[in-house]
């Protein structure tokens, strides 16, 4: 039995030392990260750029970067006589057997937005910007359009906030004649039906219940209706 003692030790020394190295190992995977290059929101891997701007924060392939293979839910886009993939707001273009990362043609249409994107503000049209890209609601088309950078935008900094959506309230009234709160509410209620009826914007909606490219004209015709038809009845409208 004492001759066995150095065996049976030297053997639990085995184990045990193969036990640590697997642990290791399992260390050493666990620590790894599992996530696909495609989870934009986390830090830019290699060949990955953060966009900032607008505080939208996620993470996209270089532009000049070339993948062996396209991600499965890549939409085809063909234009300009040439052939485009569009997936999680990265556009690749073929390169010989190979994909190239490319900035999308100007003018280009797509049936939906990027999985992550900032709506952002100018000039009263809400733009929708996602890895250095701006796309527009177009309704003709029932798509978004690739277009170039609103005015105001090309000199924002890296880090600039989004600019906020323009405000709807823009009406302050007043009785003239000395108008009960229940005739106020009345007239009220009737100005606003009639302003839907004739421009279609309804600011109880969300968007307006207008497509988004019309919102600021939209917006504006359904005020100017409530005014008018608020000062005919006695009020003053600012």
Known sequence: MTRNRPDLRAGLLICLGVSAALCGLASRV???DPRPARDYARAPAPHQHLD????????????????????????VVNHGGGRYYYSGGVWYAPRGPWFVVVAPPIG?????????????WFGGVPYYYANDTYYVWSAPDNAYEVVDPPAGAVN??????????????????????GQ???????????CHAWA?????????????????????????QYYRAMASCLQGRGYSVE
């Open 30 to 32: 666990a620590g790894a």
């Open 52 to 75: 900032a701007r607008f505080s939208h924060n996620h993470a996209y392939y270089d532009r000049g970067f070339v993948v062996h293979d396209l991600p499965r839910d890549r939409i």
């Open 108 to 120: 280009v249409f797509v049936p939906v937005l990027p999985p992550f994107y900032s709506t952002v």
């Open 156 to 177: 924002a900094a890296p880090d600039a906030a989004p600019p906020p959506p323009p405000t709807t309230n823009r009406l302050f009234i007043y009785p003239r004649n």
């Open 180 to 190: 009960s709160a229940e005739q106020q509410a009345k007239d009220k209620y009737e």
């Open 196 to 220: 839907l009826n004739q421009t279609g914007f309804d600011p109880t909606a969300a968007g307006g219940n207008v497509p988004p490219d019309q919102f600021a004209a939209r917006s504006t």
